[in-house]
T-cell receptor
């Protein structure tokens, strides 16, 4: 079993839609949590950190449930430019562990 | 501000050849990392360096060696390339091993071993 599991998708949504991604992690010792975005043939870039209290950055909302070991990302009012792969990332010890990613395609 | 710079961007090797992937960061970060990314696998840690002068193995170190040349530079060497090492390699850096800040990645090296 992978330490960080994500639905690979793809999620195909129309512009303006709300879409949610989920992620589960298996190691309860995980200490920090992130969502990264990766465009096709590009490097991953930090989208946002995820905190237990939940946090929002514009159209993006991230939630963490430590008891269930579950992380989510909600994107409201999807834009064409949101099309990318979204990586769920968990920090454990002194390293980051990456999920394989969820593909989002936003269509006009 | 260049961030993290990787060279080369593309490389084709024959089985058994050796090569070194170069990585340099200009953000005065202490920690540096090498990952490989394969379809459906996510990024997997090969080696990391917590600070200048130290290196440690990650999840998939076999077939690789690293050198932390100075605070800025962290190189990855394939001594005898194998087709299983065909992958996209990413170098990353972070201010410290405290993970609150996430990583900054280079643009990657696409390596094909034939």
């Amino acid at each position: 079993r992978k330490e960080v599991e994500q639905d690979p998708g793809p999620f195909n949504v129309p512009e303006g839609a709300t879409v949610a991604f989920n992620c589960t992690y298996s190691n309860s010792a995980s200490q920090s949590f992130f969502w990264y975005r990766q465009d096709c043939r590009k490097e991953p870039k930090l989208l946002m950190s995820v905190y237990s209290s939940g946090n929002e950055d514009g159209r993006f909302t991230a939630q963490l449930n430590r008891a269930s070991q579950y992380i989510s990302l909600l994107i409201r009012d999807s834009k064409l430019s949101d099309s990318a792969t979204y990586l769920c990332v968990v920090g454990r010890g002194n390293k980051l562990v990456f999920g394989a990613g969820t593909i989002l395609r936003v269509k006009s | 501000n260049a961030g993290v710079t990787q060279t080369p961007k593309f490389q084709v090797l024959k089985t058994g050849q050796s090569m070194t992937l170069q990585c340099a960061q200009d953000m005065n970060h202490n920690s540096m990392y090498w990952y490989r990314q394969d379809p459906g696998m996510g990024l997997r840690l090969i080696y990391y360096s917590a600070s200048e002068g130290t290196t440690d193995k990650g999840e998939v170190p076999n077939g690789y060696n690293v050198s932390r040349l100075n605070k800025r530079e962290f190189s990855l060497r394939l001594e005898s390339a194998a087709p299983s090492q065909t992958s996209v390699y990413f170098c990353a850096s972070s201010e410290s091993l405290v993970l609150s800040y996430g990583y900054t990645f280079g643009s990657g090296t696409r390596l094909t071993v034939v």
